[in-house]
């Protein structure tokens, strides 16, 4: 049996999400019209013999006790959310759930970063990682030797894939192959984060008996129960014939800021095409006469049928309506996110930006944002209970809340 775990983090790692991640938790959020979450629990669910799903995180319990009950009668598997006191570090956290993670005695633990946009190829990474018999698989992927440095990165034998050298976040450059966020182990990783426990607790002992300046210096170090993943487990492990690497040639992105977040609603609603087509508007879709490339469209949004969803080939089709939006004739939007009752009245147009819960877009009205994804300003983000009045542009702007006004 193999059990799934996502770490989800808490609220103060969402810092970079701003202002989207102020009503709704990061991994809530969504991304071709289902929560940044559920495409990881998806992914999961194609797992053979999967015994269960758990979230960790230190989000209030109540933020995820609807979607976790709902999520699990739909996919019929059980999904728990485990909420941890404080920060514990990505390998803490999972040891501190140990006890409920072993509960079905599972031979594989199937470990996902949240905040990571994938095609998650797990039963492929399974087969591959009891072939290796290592303690650990990585997914890994290649990117560009600029943007390597934004990861862990690693060396691996190309022979045997097994994991060389690893290093987080590295100053100069050592590898553009980078870690994936995506992980597979046998149960024997719970004994390797105890032994980081045992020898920072020897150190510490070490410590208490030599100097005053050593004691200092432990002071300022991490609480004794906070471990990292990368940092104090697969470092110290790589070369050791214990980790194992997997590479995907498919997507793979890291979902920090809400630029990232608009880019990777776009490669899920692609993803749609192949996996759940059914997801995605037709062309002939009843509530609106022209929908080009991949959109989604929630059951419940009203979309006038001469409303215009239209998308230039030079961009890419990505345009995705949540819950009760209200789209008025001749309303083009290209490469965007429209969330929960969002009014967007006729001929306005929203070309890269995200529309935050309950605004509203006037008539003959402008929102657009550059489209660079990777910028701190590309798209353009309207928080919650924004309101733009008729015939006014708003470009290239983040905004908690928008009170834009004709002449502004
Ligand atoms: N529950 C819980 N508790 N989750 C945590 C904690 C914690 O104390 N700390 C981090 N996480 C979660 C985050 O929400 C995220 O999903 C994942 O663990 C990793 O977060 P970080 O440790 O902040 O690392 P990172 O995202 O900057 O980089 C990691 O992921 C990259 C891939 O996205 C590293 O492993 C990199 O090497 C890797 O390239």
């Known amino acids: 049996r193999v059990v799934a775990v996502i770490m989800v983090g808490g609220?103060?790692?969402?810092?970079?999400?701003?202002?989207?991640?102020?009503?709704?938790?990061?991994?809530?959020?969504?991304?071709?019209?289902?929560?940044?979450?559920?495409?990881?629990?998806?992914?999961?669910?194609?797992?053979?013999?999967?015994?269960?799903?758990?979230?960790?995180?230190?989000?209030?319990?109540?933020?995820?006790?609807?979607?976790?009950?709902?999520?699990?009668?739909?996919?019929?598997?059980?999904?728990?959310?485990?909420?941890?006191?404080?920060?514990?570090?990505?390998?803490?956290?999972?040891?501190?759930?140990?006890?409920?993670?072993?509960?079905?005695?599972?031979?594989?633990?199937?470990?996902?970063?949240c905040d990571v946009c994938c095609s998650f190829p797990l039963p492929e990474m399974l087969e591959a990682h009891k072939g290796y018999g290592g303690m650990g698989t990585l997914l890994v992927i290649k990117v560009s030797a600029e943007a390597a440095n934004q990861f862990g990165e690693l060396v691996a034998d190309p022979v045997t894939n097994e994991l060389l050298h690893y290093t987080e976040k590295p100053e100069t450059f050592v590898s553009d192959l980078i870690n994936c966020g995506v992980?597979?182990?046998?149960?024997?990783?719970?004994?390797?984060?105890?032994?980081?426990f045992m020898q920072r607790k020897d150190r510490a002992n070490l410590r208490r008996a030599t100097s005053f300046e050593a004691l200092q210096s432990a002071a300022k170090a991490l609480p004794p129960d906070y471990v990292r993943l990368d940092q104090d487990i697969l470092s110290p492990l790589a070369g050791k014939k214990e980790l194992y690497t997997y590479e995907t040639l498919d997507f793979w992105e890291q979902i920090k800021t809400p630029g990232m977040s608009l880019k990777c609603s776009g490669l899920y609603l692609s993803q749609f095409r192949h996996t759940s087509p059914q997801l995605l508007a037709a062309g002939d879709d009843a509530r609106s006469a022209t929908v080009i490339g991949d959109v989604y469209i929630h059951p419940s949004a009203k979309v006038h049928p001469s409303a215009k969803l239209w998308i230039p080939e030079q961009i890419g089709p990505n345009v995705s309506i949540s819950a009760n939006a209200r789209i008025g004739a001749g309303v083009r939007l290209i490469s965007c996110i429209i969330l929960d009752d969002v009014e967007i009245k006729e001929n306005a147009v929203v070309i890269h930006a995200i529309i935050g819960w309950k605004s509203s877009i006037g008539k003959w009205s402008r929102v657009q944002g550059e489209g660079d994804y990777n910028a701190k300003l590309g798209i353009t983000i309207l928080g919650e209970a924004g309101s733009v009045e008729d015939e006014v542009v708003v470009y290239h702007c983040i905004s908690e809340q928008i009170e834009a006004e004709h002449g502004l």
């Open 11 to 113: 609220p103060t790692k969402g810092t970079r999400f701003r202002p989207l991640s102020l009503n709704i938790p990061k991994p809530l959020f969504p991304l071709a019209g289902q929560p940044m979450v559920h495409h990881l629990i998806s992914a999961c669910r194609r797992i053979p013999n999967l015994a269960q799903i758990f979230l960790i995180g230190f989000y209030e319990e109540k933020e995820f006790a609807l979607y976790v009950s709902s999520i699990s009668n739909e996919l019929r598997v059980p999904v728990r959310y485990l909420r941890e006191d404080k920060p514990h570090g990505s390998a803490g956290g999972l040891y501190n759930f140990r006890d409920y993670i072993m509960e079905d005695n599972p031979s594989h633990v199937v470990l996902l970063n």
């Open 183 to 196: 992980y597979i182990f046998t149960p024997n990783i719970f004994t390797a984060i105890e032994d980081v």
